[in-house]
């Protein structure tokens, strides 16, 4: 069973960095693709940055980019997203996600429709 465990958010000024970590485990199979998502309030959750655990390819959504990294540490079994520039748009719940790569995903790397498996979330509040 896979279970994917948010921590590390919390309340930052603008301007500021959070890294956010996700504990994962019953991740059996041998290649998956790893996200981090984002959902405000009153808004369709967003995909942040993704990674395939084969190689380590990542991607970004275009407002983070150059602000945020996604990586892993595989003996840790952890997925983290380092954030830093934060602005008070990236205020949102924060959910790690993860799905089997035994299908190349393409275009729908960033798209939720993609992942089988999430977090419970954790709340990253960027004040101006």
């Known amino acids: 069973q896979v279970q994917l465990v948010e921590s590390g958010g919390g309340s930052v000024q603008a301007g500021g960095s959070l890294r956010l970590s996700c504990a994962a485990s019953g991740l059996t199979y041998s290649t998956y693709y790893l996200a981090w998502f984002r959902q405000a309030p009153g808004k369709e959750r967003e995909g942040v940055a993704a990674?395939?655990?084969?190689?380590?390819?990542?991607y970004y959504a275009d407002s983070v980019k150059g602000r945020f990294t996604i990586s892993q540490d595989n003996a840790k079994n952890t997925l983290y997203l380092e954030m830093n520039s934060l602005k008070p748009e990236d205020t949102a719940m924060y959910y790690c996600a993860a799905t089997e790569a035994n299908l190349w995903v393409g275009s729908r790397i960033l798209s939720s429709s993609a992942y089988n498996y999430w977090g419970q979330g954790t709340q990253v509040t960027v004040s101006s």
């Open positions: 990674l395939y655990t084969n190689g380590g390819s990542t």
